[in-house]
C-alpha cells in the first residue's frame, strides 16, 4: 500500500502513514474542516522508489491544482517528539512533475543534520525511522497561526493561546514575521489584530474538541481562508508542557513545592523509588511536626503545601522555613502564593493545619532536648550519632536465610525504619541552625560573604572524607596512571567488575563508599558497587592535577585555615561593636564548625537499609525475570512493592506496565527544567512572576561561596562520565554528593537550583572555590568553553 486517502489514516496506523497524516485522519473522522489529501506512504519510502503512477493518479483525483507537500515521519508529532521545523514543507506546488520533486525533496529531508541530530538527542532509532508524506490541496489564507490549547508559557490548562498573521502559517511557526498573541481565559476581547472575537470563539471551542479527542492538550495549525472559513491543517501533542499534578476533589487551587532539589536530585525517579521517598520524606516531615502530602508529578517528588499556605499559623513562618534546604527561588515563588487572594487563610484554619501544629508541639519537647544536648557538648553529640550510624549500617543487613523471592519481600516488609532517629537528626539540626543564625545577629557587622568564609573547610562531612579519599586513591595511582587516563572510564568499570584491572586500592574506597552514587536517594539508581564508571571518571579528573597546591586536600587545608582566621578576626569586631550578639554569634559560629559538617551524614547513613533493600529487590528481580514475568535485571525499580507482591505470590505479568513506564522514564529523563512550585491547573509559579532586569553579559544568581574566578565553562548534564579539567567552572543544574569529585577539579561552581546550606554550596565552600546558585536556565545560557567570572560574593556570573 503506497498510497491512500488522507481519510482513511488513523492513530493505530503510525507506522505506515506516520504522525502527521494519522493526526490528520483523526480530523477527519471528528468532523473537523480538514484539506482533502492523501499520504504516501511509508512502505514506499521503505523500498526507495517514489510510486509516481499512483501519485499522479491521486493528485489528478484532488483536481491537479495547487497543492501542501509536507513530511509525515513516523517519529513526528509524538507525545514526547514533536520534530517541529525538523523536515521538510513544500507549500503552493503545481504539477505532477514539480509534485513529484517535492516528496523526494520530504524524504531527504529525513537524513538532514537537524532531524538526525534531533532524532540522537531523543534516543530514537535512527535505522528505524521511515518517511511517509502528505499531499493536500493548498488552502489559501487571508490569517494562519497556531493554537495550543493549554498555555505553553506558563503551564495553565485552563488557558488557551493563539498566534496568528495575515496569510501563510508558515510565518508564524518559522518566527519570519511579528504576530499577534492572544491568551483565550474565557473573556470575552474586542476585536484586535488580524482575529475577530468571533474568530478566538471558533478556535477556542475547535481547541476543546480536539483536546477532548486526543485525550491531551494540542499544538494546532490552522488558517482562514478568504470565505472566513477555519481550516485545521496539523494537530499534535504538546510536548514542553509539565505534567499536571494528581486531581484531588477539592475545589479551590493547590500548590505544590519540589523536593527534589533538596537533595540535588532534578532527574525522574524510578516508580519504586517514589514510592520509597514518598514514605521517607513524609516521616521525616512528620517527625519536625510538619505534615506534607508527598505527591508524584512527571517522576519528581513535590509537597503539598496548600493546606500549610492556607493555615493562619504555619503561613507566617513557610518562607523562613524554606531558607535553609530550599533556597531562593522557592522563597520567592511561595511569597507569590502567599500573595494569592486564593490562598488567604482560612477561617480557623484547615484540620491539617491544625494537626501540624498539634505535631509541632509534641515535637518541641524532643527538639528542645536534642539541640540543647548537642549545643552544650558537640563532641559527645557527634560520637552518638556515628554510634547510630553504624548500628544502621549493621541493622540494614539481610539475615543469611532469605531463600525466595517471597522470604525477601516479607523481609523488606518487615523492616524496622526507627534507627537512633533523634541521634542523627538532632546534632544536624543544630548544626544547621548554628551556620544559619549568625547572618541576622551580625547584620550590620559582616557581610554573607564573610560569614561564608567562616563556614568553609568544615570538618566532619562524610562527603568531603570520601572525596579526599578518592584523591589519594588517585595520587597513590603511580604506574597505572597512564592506563586510568587513556581507558574509557566504562572500560575500567567492566574490567574492575570482572576481576581484570590492577589492584590501585578501588576496592577498600567501595566498601566505604561503594553504596553512593549520583541521585543516590532513588533505589531505581545503580549504586557505585555496581557500575563504578563514575568513580574512574573522577579519578581520571584528579589526575590531571599536575599543581600540587591545587590538589583537594591543600585546598580543603587552606580553607578551614582561613575559615579559622575569618572567625577569629569576626568574632573580635563583632564584640567590640556589640558585645552581646558578638558573644552569642561567636559561640553559633564555632558550633556551626563543630556541627554544621554533619548535614551530610544523616543522608549518607540512610543509602545502608536502601543499599540493601536494592540487593534484595534485584534478587527478587531475577526471580521473577527466570519466571518470565519480567525481562531486564532492573524491571521491578519500575514497579511498586505491592505490584511486585501480586508477581511473586500471584503470578502476574507486568511487563507491560514495566515498558510503558520505562518510556516515560526516558522521556522525562531528557527534561532539562523542572517547575520550583505548580499550581493544580499546571501553573509553573516561576513564569507569571516579574521578570528580572536584564543585564548585558551577567547572569544574576545568589552567592553561596566567596571568591572570585575567571575560566572557561564545563556544562555538565551527567556526571558519570564528566571531564573536567583543572581551572574550568562546573555549570550544572543541580549536584547532590555523587557529584561532588568533580569539585576537586572545577575552579568555580554555577547552579540553577540550591540553596545555601544544600550539599553543592557546601561542598564549594569546604574546597575554598567560588559557588554562584539559582542562575535560571545556566546550563542554556552558558556553553562549554565559554570564559565565565563567577563571583561569589556579588552572586554574578559574567559571560564574556
Not at 499546571?682 to 545568589?702: I, K, M, Q, W
Amino acid at each position: 500500500m503506497h498510497v491512500i486517502a488522507l481519510s482513511e489514516a488513523t492513530a493505530d496506523m503510525i507506522d505506515l502513514v506516520g504522525g502527521k497524516a494519522a493526526g490528520l485522519g483523526e480530523l477527519i473522522r471528528l468532523g473537523e474542516r480538514v484539506p482533502d489529501g492523501f499520504c504516501v506512504t511509508t512502505e514506499a519510502h521503505r523500498h526507495g522508489v517514489i510510486p509516481q503512477a499512483e501519485i499522479v493518479a491521486a493528485y489528478e483525483r484532488l483536481g491537479a491544482g495547487a497543492v501542501a507537500v509536507r513530511s509525515s515521519a513516523t517519529a513526528e508529532d509524538l507525545p514526547d517528539a514533536s520534530f517541529a521545523g525538523q523536515q521538510d514543507t513544500v507549500l503552493n506546488v503545481v504539477g505532477a512533475t514539480a509534485l513529484i520533486a517535492a516528496i523526494g525533496k520530504c524524504w531527504d529531508s529525513l537524513h538532514t543534520v537537524r532531524a538526525t541530530a534531533y532524532r540522537d538527542a531523543r534516543d530514537i532509532d535512527q535505522e528505524a525511522v521511515r518517511m511517509a508524506v502528505v499531499v493536500q490541496r493548498m488552502i489559501t489564507p487571508a490569517v494562519a497561526g497556531v493554537l495550543f490549547t493549554a498555555n505553553p508559557l506558563t503551564g495553565r490548562r485552563d488557558e488557551m493561546a493563539v498566534d496568528a498573521a495575515p496569510g501563510l502559517g508558515t510565518t508564524v511557526v518559522d518566527g519570519a514575521t511579528t504576530v499577534d498573541h492572544y491568551v483565550l481565559d474565557g473573556v470575552t476581547r474586542d476585536d484586535a489584530g488580524c482575529l475577530t472575537s468571533a474568530h478566538l470563539e471558533e478556535l477556542r471551542t475547535t481547541g476543546e474538541r480536539v483536546q477532548g479527542h486526543f485525550g491531551c492538550p494540542q499544538d494546532v495549525e490552522w488558517a482562514i481562508d478568504g470565505g472566513g472559513l477555519l481550516w485545521l491543517l496539523q494537530s499534535r501533542p504538546i510536548t514542553s508542557l509539565f505534567p499536571l499534578p494528581p486531581e484531588t476533589a477539592k475545589p479551590l487551587p493547590r500548590v505544590y513545592l519540589e523536593f527534589g532539589h533538596v537533595q540535588g536530585m532534578l532527574q525522574p525517579v524510578t516508580p519504586m523509588g517514589m514510592s520509597t521517598l514518598r514514605s521517607q520524606v513524609a516521616a521525616m516531615l512528620a517527625s519536625l511536626g510538619i505534615r506534607v502530602e508527598i505527591v508524584d508529578i512527571g517522576g519528581r517528588l513535590y509537597g503539598d503545601l496548600t493546606d500549610l499556605a492556607r493555615s493562619r499559623s504555619s503561613r507566617q513562618r513557610l518562607v523562613k522555613l524554606m531558607a535553609v534546604d530550599f533556597g531562593p527561588r522557592a522563597q520567592t515563588v511561595m511569597e507569590h502564593v502567599l500573595a494569592d487572594p486564593r490562598f488567604a487563610p482560612t477561617t480557623g484554619g484547615s484540620q491539617r493545619g491544625a494537626a501540624a501544629g498539634a505535631a509541632s508541639l509534641r515535637t518541641a519537647g524532643r527538639a528542645v532536648v536534642g539541640i540543647l544536648r548537642a549545643l552544650a557538648r558537640p563532641d559527645a553529640a557527634r560520637v552518638r550519632m556515628f554510634q547510630a550510624i553504624e548500628q544502621m549500617r549493621v541493622r540494614s543487613a539481610a539475615p543469611d536465610d532469605l531463600r525466595t523471592a517471597a522470604d525477601r519481600l516479607r523481609f523488606l516488609r518487615a523492616r524496622d525504619t526507627d534507627d537512633s532517629a533523634d541521634d542523627i537528626m538532632w546534632p544536624i539540626v543544630t548544626g544547621m541552625l548554628a551556620a544559619a543564625l549568625p547572618a541576622s545577629l551580625l547584620k550590620g557587622v559582616a557581610s554573607p560573604d564573610e560569614i561564608h568564609s567562616v563556614l568553609g573547610g568544615m570538618p566532619h562531612n562524610v562527603t568531603i572524607e570520601m572525596d579526599l579519599a578518592l584523591w589519594q586513591l588517585a595520587r597513590n595511582a603511580g604506574e597505572h596512571r597512564q592506563l586510568l587516563l587513556d581507558t574509557p572510564p566504562d572500560e575500567l568499570a567492566a574490567r574492575y567488575l570482572r576481576g581484570a584491572l590492577p589492584d590501585i586500592g578501588i576496592a577498600a574506597f567501595l566498601d566505604a563508599y561503594g553504596h553512593r552514587g549520583v541521585a543516590e536517594v532513588d533505589l531505581g539508581v545503580p549504586r557505585w558497587a555496581e557500575d563504578p564508571a563514575p568513580v574512574f571518571a573522577a579519578i581520571a579528573n584528579y589526575l590531571r592535577v599536575t599543581d600540587p597546591r591545587q590538589g583537594p586536600d591543600q585546598r580543603f587545608q587552606r580553607a578551614a585555615a582561613a575559615a579559622e582566621t575569618a572567625l577569629e578576626e569576626l568574632v573580635a569586631r563583632a564584640r567590640r561593636r556589640r558585645p552581646v550578639r558578638g558573644r552569642v554569634a561567636g559561640f553559633l559560629l564555632r558550633r556551626a564548625r563543630s556541627l554544621a559538617g554533619l548535614r551530610e551524614a544523616g543522608k549518607f547513613a540512610g543509602l545502608y537499609p536502601l543499599r540493601e533493600t536494592r540487593r534484595q529487590l534485584l534478587l527478587i528481580c531475577a526471580e521473577l525475570n527466570a519466571a518470565g514475568l519480567l525481562d531486564q535485571p532492573d524491571d521491578i525499580m519500575f514497579l511498586t512493592l505491592d505490584e511486585a507482591e501480586t508477581a511473586v505470590h500471584e503470578g502476574t505479568d507486568h511487563r507491560a506496565t514495566v515498558a510503558s513506564r520505562r518510556a516515560v522514564h526516558r522521556r522525562e529523563l531528557r527534561r532539562r527544567s523542572v517547575p520550583v512550585a505548580l499550581l493544580s491547573d499546571g501553573t509553573d509559579v516561576e513564569t507569571v512572576l516579574p521578570a528580572a532586569p536584564a543585564r548585558d553579559g551577567t547572569l544574576a544568581g545568589v552567592g553561596a561561596s566567596a571568591g572570585r574566578v575567571t575560566g572557561p565553562a564545563r556544562v555538565v548534564h551527567d556526571p558519570a562520565t564528566a571531564h573536567v579539567e583543572p581551572g574550568e567552572v562546573l555549570v550544572a543544574a543541580t549536584t547532590d554528593p555523587g557529584w561532588t569529585p568533580l569539585f576537586l577539579t572545577a575552579a568555580a561552581l554555577v547552579t540553577e537550583t540550591g540553596a545555601i546550606m544544600a550539599h553543592g554550596p557546601t561542598v564549594a565552600r569546604e574546597y575554598g572555590i567560588p559557588a554562584v546558585i539559582c542562575v535560571p536556565d545556566a546550563t542554556r545560557t552558558i556553553s562549554t568553553g565559554q570564559v565565565v567570572t563567577v563571583d561569589g560574593g556579588a552572586g554574578t556570573v559574567t559571560v564574556h
